[in-house]
């Protein structure tokens, strides 16, 4: 049955199957949590991959306890493994979490209310007021993404002129994008291979493709630019390098356009000491990578141990199924002995009745033929005794008559 939904809901082609599924699990009213959490765990995996739509549930490899099982289908956890935060998250009381059903805004896009596993990326828009995530594809589809202005943070300016903003769905909450794809790329480019570097600079040209301003024209350009030079055989390095020198000039035409009277032009000895700053900077965030793929190797191999630990668990456990089977079993077997042995003995009782009724039936013919033989003899001889009676009786009267 678990392969048979495994292939419901990984094809394309039974969606019609896996949609009616759905419905009929929802309108059943007598799956409650006391039930579930008495439920077999094959059916209540099956019930919640049915009601999620994960696939992951049903993978041997993945296991999932069974009182966060009942959870995840009463919306009470994320079900998303990877999160599992109890749900609203962080008590929010915003439209979104308490009106969608199942959403989690620590890893659930506010628009779409799916979640991935990618992190550290321009695939992802979080809102600065609220902290809710939204996909740059849902932004860019739902109109998210548009012109506008607003107040930079931490700045006590009004906004004067339109820039590429994201307008939050969750709170309305408005955030530029210029500085959003700054704080991405120094902080998490260093992380990027090159294949992950060439599809972020590719959704940082579709996003600032919307853009009219300047600044946004110039970094769609400037993205679009590095991606051609990649393909002619830029290094990845080198790359990030010219990616963080132009947000830099960026930053510092930004200060400069905000304290006109008071910033300087930098000259080219300043420009090339901030290279080496950038440069110096880029270093010093790759050796603190290795420090951190370093960690995420400890933690891996910790969770490599607890799952190991968890996996001898789940044998024993495994183990004592396939013992209570096997007695159950044996039960079985010994009931259907005694359930075949009771069978004979009504079929050697039926055969006697059976045998003891036919006897009855000779006999009973036999007393019938007996009386049936009694009643002609009695006949016969009464028959005889009137013969001879009146035989006696004509032979008194012939011999009156010769007397005569």
Known sequence: MQADVRDILGNQNRREEFSLLQRLLQV????????????????????????????????????????????????????????????????????????????????????????????????????????????????????????????????????????????????????????????????????????????????????????????????CWKSQEVLEKMKNGLDTNSAIKEMLYFFQEAENAETKDLDRDDSKILDRKQVCERVAEVVREAIAKIEGVAEEKAAFVKKARSALEASDRELKDKKQELADLEYEKQRKKQQIEELESIVKLKRAEAEMFQFKSDEARREAEGLQRIVSAKAEKIEEEYASRYLKLRLDEAEAERRLLFDKLQVR
């Open 28 to 219: 059943r009213r007598d799956l409650t949590p006391e039930r579930l959490m008495h439920a077999h765990r094959t059916q209540l995996e099956i019930f919640v991959a049915l009601k999620t739509g994960i696939l992951a549930f049903l993978l041997p490899d993945i296991s999932v306890f069974h009182t966060a099982l009942v959870e995840i289908f009463f919306h009470k956890t994320c079900r998303n493994i990877s999160c599992r935060s109890p749900l609203p998250a962080n008590e929010c009381t915003c439209e979104c979490c308490r009106s969608m059903t199942g959403f989690c805004n620590q890893c659930m896009c506010v628009i779409c209310s799916k979640f991935d596993f990618d992190a550290n990326t321009f695939r992802w828009l979080g809102c600065d007021v609220c902290s809710h995530w939204t996909h740059s594809d849902c932004a860019m589809r739902g109109g998210s993404i548009a012109m506008g202005v607003s107040t930079k943070a931490g700045s006590d300016r009004t906004p004067s002129s339109p820039e590429l903003i994201f307008r939050c769905r969750a709170c309305g909450s408005v955030s530029e994008l210029l500085g959003w794809a700054r704080d991405v790329f120094q902080n998490c480019a260093l992380r990027w291979e090159r294949d992950s570097l060439g599809k972020e600079l590719d959704y940082v040209r579709r996003i600032f493709q919307m853009a009219d301003d300047t600044r946004g024209k110039h970094l």
